[in-house]
């Protein structure tokens, strides 16, 4: 038996490297915005509000409305592509993301929150290569 080297493995197609990468962005972004829209929507203010302290500073619907947008950005950022039906709709998604995070990090510079910027800069640059990925690289094909 030989030892196997580097040399002797075959590289990805760049099709398939593409597309598993777009797949993994996809459930990274699927993850953050889901577990953030979740913690949004079903954690009591108050506790909320002591890990983010702008929760305890806005209207309580203002809150759980953010909590739905980052739930319907992971929900459509991942299951077009998924089940395949309009799979087109995760394009979207990722511009909606996209946008998402653009207007959080003006609000959190607004208020002095700089910490919390290179996060959403994470998932701005996550969103756009999803948005770039799935619109002309690596787009998915409708189920017939």
Not at 26 to 38: H, K, M, R
Not at 62 to 87: E, N, Q, Y
Not at 88 to 102: D, N, S
Request: glycine content about 10%.
């Amino acid at each position: 038996m030989s030892a196997t080297t580097t040399t002797d493995l075959a590289p990805l197609p760049p099709a398939l490297g593409w597309r598993i990468g777009l797949w993994i962005t996809q459930a990274v972004i699927f993850l953050g915005f889901g577990s953030a829209g979740l913690m949004k929507l079903f954690t009591p203010i108050p506790q909320l509000a002591a890990m983010m302290p702008w929760a305890g500073e806005y209207s309580e619907w203002f809150v759980r409305l953010i909590g739905l947008i980052d739930l319907a950005g992971a929900l459509g950022i991942l299951l077009p592509s998924l089940t395949r039906i309009k799979p087109g709709l995760t394009v979207f998604a990722a511009l909606g993301c996209a946008t998402l995070q653009v207007f959080a990090m003006a609000f959190h510079i607004s208020r002095g929150e700089t910490m919390v910027v290179p996060v959403n800069l994470v998932l701005l640059a996550l969103s756009l290569f999803v948005l770039w990925g799935r619109s002309s690289k690596a787009p998915i094909t409708p189920r017939s």
